[in-house]
């Protein structure tokens, strides 16, 4: 069971606070680009700066970073690695931009790399305070212009803490990296601001698309397992099973849960499912004006596509709520709609065995079957969901599989 990014990254932001807040920052800033230069922190320096600073000192602003939120619409994969001998817990964000991971990630390497060499063999066995590399990062500016990413190390040693923090500039449209001492990074840093999706001429992330079914649903026994309302912390628990079950199923997600969990969605995709409209707020769209109706399909598209690669072809109407209008809708935005025949009422019982129970005996051949992965008692029925219809000669497909070539605008409640 995996958190969600943002609770991850708060998490591992108040992990470095907790390293830092101890002693005084003695901090080494140089500007991307001054790379082959930079001294990495000596294990010389004097314990007296160190310990030499009134407690609480250091945790100010500078320290703790800016709110990670401000990343906004860019994506962000935090990269974990931790050793026990030595101790090292090293954590750095990647962009999906080649020349600013190059950088950071370089850094990051070297880092360990120099931690490994300067310490090795000084840790006594089973002594508790052997060499510690602890390696984190924060925000330091956001603008649509510049971002500041921080990388501070803390390396206890002999009973000396040493810290030393780089900072690494770039522009988040271009992937380009910037001095620090541009007017860009400066300004990002001192009147902070959300960066700005990148633009659309931006290359999406590549991910792997559904393949086409090998299977023949005209054929043989076929069934989609739908899950609304997602992503959210449960989700990579439930790709954990759909992988071990083989199984492909098709995801209707919420535009503000993409958001909240871009890395989760892009998992989906990257696992192959389907990933189909849930909107972006999960209002009944029967309720909404022509615009804001057109808003919350376009909204939602436009975050699943940058956020996954993936452009969806399925609607999915918050409470199957479906009318004329919103059909007309549905076809502008290229989107059909993909109701259901079995729902479990997972969200009603939230029972595991009543979800279990239902899409066992109400599912027939072409059942489009809804269970929602924002339940973990939903999550944790799917594993003998699985087995129950696969025993039952079920083929697991994706709502497209199932439907062949659903045509824009048009209502499905099953195959058939
Ligand atoms: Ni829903």
Known sequence: MRAGLLSFVVILLSGVLVACSTSAT?????????ASAAPQASPSVAPSTVASTAPGAVTGQSTEGLDPQLLGGLAVEVRTRSTFKP?????????GLATVDHAISGHVQRSRHDFRKSYAGTGKKGVAQGPELNLGWRLVGASPNAVGIAIDTVIFAGGTTTESSRSFWFDPATGHLLPATSTEAQAAAASPTLVAPTSPSTT???VRQPRRSQVNCAKVKCVALTFDDGPGPDTERLLSYLRKGKVRATFFMLGQQVKAYPKV??????????IGVHTWDHQDLTRLSKADVAAELGDTVRIIGKDTGVTPTLLRPPYGAT??????????AHLAVALWDVDTLDW???STQATIASALHDTRRGSIVLIHDIHATSVAAVPAIIRGLRHRGYRFVTVS????????????FRRG
Do not use: C, I, M, S
């Not at 599989?401 to 499905?412: E, R, S, W």
């Open 401 to 412: 599989q199932l439907l062949g070539h659903p045509k824009p605008g048009k209502k499905y």
């Open 348 to 350: 009603k019982t939230r």
């Open 265 to 274: 969605a892009k998992d989906v995709a990257r696992a192959g499912h389907e």
């Open 204 to 206: 999406p992330p590549r």
């Open 26 to 34: 003695d901090t080494v800033v140089l500007a991307a680009g001054t």
């Open 323 to 332: 009318n004329a209008r919103v059909e007309a809708a549905a076809a502008r």
């Open 87 to 95: 101790r090292t817990h090293v954590t750095w964000p990647l962009f």
